[in-house]
């Protein structure tokens, strides 16, 4: 009997999976493009070329939105998953510094005062900037070590390293303080309350941690961020709810005022480690130097 040879069912290519999976993550072509940093048409072609190979519909496309089948939801999960292991494994043996991942609102009011210190303790570690406070992807970020607050959801395979409790309080400048003759809870009622739209339930949350079941707070403006929110107040535009860690220069130098202080508030912040930076040197001393200046400055009244 002659020998039948097995045939070889071709391999999809690397270009192909890596433009397929970007696609199914980001449901767009064009975002897909971007993030490769090739043309719309090839991302197309590659995944055209990867459903003849595969023989089977990976993509629904319409004019508004590009949705992956139930086949191509199943390689779409199990190649992000993939793809995550061989950057993690590329991050492991690549030197570089650490990639911190933090608020604006931090970054500005909190860390940068204290950041000479760090470099004056660990001269030989370097450390970088990632800005934001929402999720994160610490192989597709390349980030090391994130700061968050315990109401974000933590990535797969992340244990939270729990930190201290915020700390939040109204605050104001003191002539807004004197004009509006603000002494009492209740004088709430009669000023301009200001917010941010990163955290809407801040005053609730107030009233609710420091029993002022009474106050019915009626915000005035909300600002996108904390750091315009603090500037706001410092503008004398109003009382803003912020947490303490935020505006401690401000009430070193007079420039804020709370008029009644601070109360533990329902969250509290956490450490995102990346999983391929676990017991590494510099991301340990890093998340060291953060824990003890955290505690330091915030870990009582």
């Known amino acids: 009997m002659a020998y039948v040879a097995p045939t070889r069912i071709p391999r999809p ?39 003849d190979t595969l023989g089977v519909m990976l993509l629904m496309r319409n004019a508004h939105s590009t949705e992956p089948t139930p086949e191509g939801a199943r390689l779409a999960e199990g190649l992000s998953r993939a793809f995550n292991l061989i950057q993690a494994s590329v991050e492991q043996v690549k030197p570089g510094p650490l990639i911190l991942s933090c608020s604006e609102s931090i970054m500005m009011y909190w860390l940068l005062p204290r950041l000479a210190q760090f470099h004056d303790r660990y001269p030989d570690i370097k450390v970088s900037f990632n800005m934001n ?18 109401t974000i959801e933590p990535p797969r395979d992340i244990v939270p390293i ?9 605050v104001c400048t003191p002539e ?7 002494r009492i809870p209740a004088d709430l009622a009669r000023v301009r309350l200001l917010a941010t739209k990163t955290r809407p339930q801040a005053w609730q949350e107030w009233c609710d941690a420091s029993g002022q079941a009474g106050v019915q ?12 929110l603090i500037q706001a107040a410092k503008c004398g535009l109003g009382v803003a709810n912020v947490p ?8 070193r130098s007079g420039a804020l005022v709370a008029p009644f202080g601070f109360v ?25 130097w953060l824990k003890q200046e955290l505690d330091a400055a915030e870990g009582a009244a």
């Open 13 to 51: 290519s690397l270009n192909a999976l890596r433009a397929f999976e970007a696609t199914a993550r980001l449901r767009s072509f064009g975002a897909a493009a971007e993030e490769l940093s090739v043309t719309h048409g090839a991302v197309s072609r590659h995944i055209r070329s990867l459903e």
């Open 264 to 288: 533990p508030g329902p969250h509290h912040l956490v450490l995102w480690v990346a999983p391929h930076m676990a017991g590494r040197h510099q991301a340990d001393a890093l998340v060291a």
């Open 176 to 182: 807004y303080m004197r004009s509006s003759s603000l």
């Open 217 to 228: 707070p009626v915000i005035a403006e909300a600002f996108e961020h904390f750091y315009l």
């Open 133 to 150: 406070h929402g999720h994160v992807d610490f192989a597709r970020d390349n980030v090391s070590v994130a700061i968050r607050i315990n």
């Open 244 to 251: 303490r860690m935020l505006v401690r220069d401000e009430l």
């Open 162 to 170: 729990e930190l201290v409790p915020e700390w939040i309080g109204p």
